[in-house]
């Protein structure tokens, strides 16, 4: 089953904050971020594997609860370069083996000047 | 360290067609993992491949297959091209033997079925 991101999109101007969840309906055993910018190969930015866990990557967190089956990317004072496509994944077992990962949707982020 | 190479960048075929897509991973590499990227559904994970060995498969039709080389490289193959199939199909490389690793995707290989 796949992820569920939320919102689609979101447009901040620079220095704005913006959270992005990811939930599933299914145990979630870790929460894998990636981002995409336009054109280019999506590029790994954290991995989550325990329950209230918070990584940090820049100024970009995240946390993961996994009772509540979902996580959240904190995107702090925004700056030009976080614009792109956000995407969480999760293994589709229990094992962690990462050669399959189902992804959310995507939520695309806009930073304007 | 090269990264992940994908080749050809573009390719431009009509219905009924197949094709050939290479993925190079990083020295080193053992897991290649295909996904087909679309902008109505995201990232769709289509099959990865482990030492030669198909590992994990996704829900796409037998028209979609792959394989795997004895130096990593990998191979997929889409037979009786649909207007479907036009999308971005990335590969991602990882070791392959540790859990929870992370991926290194590709540029992808932009293909357009007419």
């Known amino acids: 089953q796949q992820p569920v991101q939320s919102p689609q999109a979101v447009i901040l101007r620079e220095g704005e904050d913006a959270v992005i969840n990811c939930s599933s309906s299914?145990?979630?055993?870790?929460v894998h971020w990636y981002r995409q910018k336009h054109g280019e190969a999506p590029v790994f930015l954290m991995i989550?594997?325990?329950?209230?866990e918070q990584k940090g990557h820049e100024k970009i967190s995240a946390s993961f609860n996994e009772k509540k089956q979902q996580s959240s990317l904190y995107l702090t004072a925004s700056q030009l370069s976080y614009s792109g496509t956000y995407f969480c994944g999760t293994p589709a077992g229990i094992s962690g083996n990462t050669g399959k990962l189902i992804f959310g949707q995507g939520t695309t982020l806009q930073v304007k000047p | 360290k090269a990264g992940v190479t994908q080749t050809p960048r573009y390719l431009i075929k009509t219905r009924g067609q197949q094709v050939t897509l290479s993925c190079s991973p990083i020295?080193?590499?053992?897991?290649v993992s295909w996904y087909q990227q679309t902008p109505g559904q995201g990232l769709q994970f289509l099959f990865e491949y482990f030492s030669e060995t198909q590992r994990n498969k996704g829900n796409f039709p037998g028209r979609f297959s792959g394989r795997q080389f004895s130096n990593s490289r990998s191979e997929m193959n889409v037979s009786t091209l649909e207007l479907g199939d036009s999308a971005l199909y990335l590969c991602?490389?990882?070791?392959?033997?540790?859990?929870?690793?992370?991926?290194?995707f590709g540029s992808g290989t932009q293909l357009s079925v007419l």
């Open positions: 020295s080193g590499h053992r897991s």
């Open positions: 991602a490389s990882s070791l392959g033997t540790v859990t929870n690793e992370k991926l290194f």
């Open positions: 299914k145990a979630l055993y870790s």
């Open positions: 989550l594997l325990k329950g209230g």
